[in-house]
């Protein structure tokens, strides 16, 4: 199956450093939560953040590896999204299972209405979902911007 031209394995070969960036940070923010360290600290390593920037440099990749265009940039946006959240419900979960908390269920990062449950399917739905469509439009206007300014030759 092709994905505007290019097979779901062409992406993940494209964007493999870019997955290992967020697993990386999600992996370094529950260690820095467990060793103990202050709420501030801990929201300095933030999974967003190297959401926000691996989106970026997957338009830096798309731009210079001429791997497409726009369409391209919505599905690795899409992807790198989805690798971010599907990580931070995988540590939510965990902490469910196991009666324990880490900073992924902790209250202070979870919706005080919402149940574990509802957390997951929030970070399921609206956080995939709100983060594909503000992700996809800035990653588009990245492109314009690298197409107006850096002109492939």
């Known amino acids: 199956m092709k994905l505007f ?15 290992g960036l967020i697993a990386a940070v999600w992996a370094l923010r529950l260690v820095v939560d467990a060793a103990g360290a ?18 970026l440099l997957a338009v830096v990749l798309i731009h210079t590896r001429r791997f497409g265009g726009y369409p391209n ?5 899409g992807l ?4 971010a959240q599907v990580l931070i419900v995988v540590a939510i979960a965990f902490s469910t299972l196991t009666h324990t908390q880490n900073v992924y269920s902790a209250p202070e990062f979870t919706p005080q209405h919402l149940s574990q449950a509802g957390h997951i399917a929030g970070h399921l739905t609206f956080g995939v979902g709100f983060s594909v469509l503000i992700g996809s439009a800035v990653g588009c206007l990245f492109l314009w911007l ?7 030759q």
């Open 38 to 55: 202050s709420p501030g600290v801990v929201r300095l390593v933030s999974v967003t953040l190297a959401t926000t920037a691996s989106v």
């Open 73 to 77: 940039v919505v599905i690795a946006v």
């Open 146 to 152: 690298l197409k107006k300014l850096l002109p492939r």
């Open 80 to 83: 790198l999204v989805l690798c």
């Open 5 to 19: 031209g290019y097979r779901l394995s062409d992406y993940l070969r494209l964007l493999a450093p870019l997955f």
